[in-house]
């Protein structure tokens, strides 16, 4: 009801988030999942475009995959809570996933959604990291292809046990590790965007904050884009071709 009730009062695109968005319907006492809620927000037709926020690797298996593939309001963009590419750091956050799982599901949603595309936030100078840790996370950036990525450094939390954890990363080496991080996921961005824009395929992108003869916008895999349009046509859904890219942005024009 609140999925249609935005819908009906002009909303375009709706986005499912929270802290354990992927955990949906774990509290129900009944079978019901967050792949199912997608499935039946698309049989009723609910609204134009759900875009899914912040999820757990674990959490977005076979199963949910299987699940949500054929659903067309779905919008093909997987904002994944990755944290590190190190199983050792991933072990000390006490994370319930693997660097091979997330690798293998971001593989799978590939295979069954060719359009999807991936974010993530990422954290360096967890305590602990080593170099040989931090460079597993950079290699992981490259192998998951992320068209882009909120990289930030570990701080201190009073009353949180990584704040007593031993081998506490210099300040120094936090911040060299965030220009290194920042500049592969940048290196990684415009392969991705270099990709899109050689094919050359209409991409559908929901106007939104306009700029003189230009309007910013997002497609439904999240590419950030810039299209000229005329005026009056904020929050609509519109097919777009990429020209060229700068800076993480796709310049376009109205297919």
Do not use: W
């Amino acid at each position: 009801r609140e999925v249609e009730g935005l819908y009906k009062n002009g909303t375009r695109e709706i986005v499912l988030t929270g802290i354990e968005t992927g955990s949906y319907g774990k509290d129900f006492d009944f079978d019901y999942t967050l792949a199912d809620l997608i499935v039946e927000l698309d049989k009723r037709g609910s609204c134009e475009r759900i875009r899914l926020g912040s999820l757990a690797p674990e959490l977005i298996g076979k199963s949910f995959v299987d699940k949500v593939k054929g659903v067309k309001i779905l919008a093909p963009h997987f904002h994944l809570s990755i944290q590190s590419g190190s199983d050792n750091v991933l072990k000390a956050m006490k994370r319930r996933y693997s660097r091979a799982m997330a690798l293998a599901n971001i593989s799978y949603i590939r295979e069954n959604i060719p359009s999807a595309c991936f974010t993530t936030d990422l954290m360096v100078g967890f305590p602990g990291e080593t170099e040989e840790d931090f460079l597993d996370t950079v290699s992981f950036v490259r192998e998951a292809r992320f068209i882009d990525a909120h990289v930030f450094a570990y701080s201190k939390r009073k009353g949180t046990p990584a704040a007593t954890y031993p081998d506490q990363v210099d300040e120094g080496e936090k911040k060299r590790r965030s220009a290194r991080l920042i500049a592969v996921k940048n290196e990684v961005r415009d392969t991705v965007l270099d990709g899109i824009v050689k094919l050359g395929e209409p991409l559908s992108a929901v106007l939104e904050t306009p700029d003189g003869e230009y309007y910013s916008a997002h497609s439904d895999s999240f590419v950030e884009i810039k299209v000229k349009a005329k005026e009056g046509m904020q929050g609509e859904i519109v097919d777009v071709i990429p020209v060229s890219h700068s800076e993480g942005i796709i310049m376009a024009k109205l297919k």
